[in-house]
């Protein structure tokens, strides 16, 4: 992600040297939002499915070494068919690990509820910050690199939490991951728009990661000032 950001914040430098035309950011667009409600259904299908077949807590480091494995899959695949593929399964891989979190969600009283409202919230977030960056035409490049130090310090702070186990800092994490997340849709739709990002793959990846980080920080804000943290 650190390459992609500071490569578009190169190419807005000088945006008036970008020649490609409403057709090709139409498109990129078209092929962005398509690929990511296939993979927004299929995650839920493999999120169903690690329900129904009660798949218990998958240990962080496994869930962390798969995801930026399946991650350099695609990066190295993106512009080929075969990045399709990886992205599938990298989409389908997260939504396998929220099985066994939203099992646990149903069982308890008002799970369900918090659940909804959790997807409830990514969905305005998502397409309330799509909306303003399709609407207003803004260039939010100037975020990249706020975006990529704050992803790094919540990253390290998550891992820090994995050994430390301190509630608070695992809401200060959640909040961070999702003011960060809404801040990279609007980035990346930006980047769409204005012919920064050109390849749908790498778009799509994107703003999955950004919508199932802010679903995941959602549930646990929810979660625990509805007294269940």
Request: charged share 5%; proline share 3%.
């Amino acid at each position: 992600m650190q390459d992609k950001l500071q490569t578009y914040a190169a190419t807005q430098t000088a945006p008036q040297g970008y020649t490609g035309g409403a057709i090709e950011i139409n498109r990129v667009l078209r092929n962005t939002y398509a690929l990511l409600a296939m993979t927004l259904a299929f995650s839920a299908m493999m999120a169903g499915a690690s329900m129904v077949f009660a798949v218990p807590f998958i240990s962080p480091w496994i869930m962390l070494l798969t995801y930026f494995g399946l991650l350099f899959a695609v990066a190295k695949t993106q512009n080929s068919g075969w990045g399709i593929f990886w992205t599938f399964g990298l989409t389908g891989w997260l939504g396998f690990t929220l099985g066994p979190v939203l099992n646990v969600m149903m069982s308890v009283p008002g799970g369900s509820e918090m659940v909804m409202l959790a997807l409830g919230g990514t969905a305005v977030i998502f397409f309330g910050l799509s909306g303003v960056a399709l609407v207003t035409r803004k260039d939010f490049s100037f975020m990249a690199n706020f975006l990529f130090v704050g992803v790094l310090v919540a990253f390290v702070a998550a891992i820090a939490n994995i050994f430390l186990q301190i509630p608070g800092l695992q809401l200060a994490v959640a909040s961070m991951f999702l003011l960060l997340s809404s801040g990279i849709i609007l980035w990346q739709t930006s980047a769409i728009i204005h012919g920064g990002e050109r390849n749908y793959i790498s778009a799509t990846v994107t703003l999955y990661v950004s919508l199932y980080n802010i679903f995941i920080s959602l549930l646990q804000l929810i979660m625990a000032f509805g007294g269940d943290d």
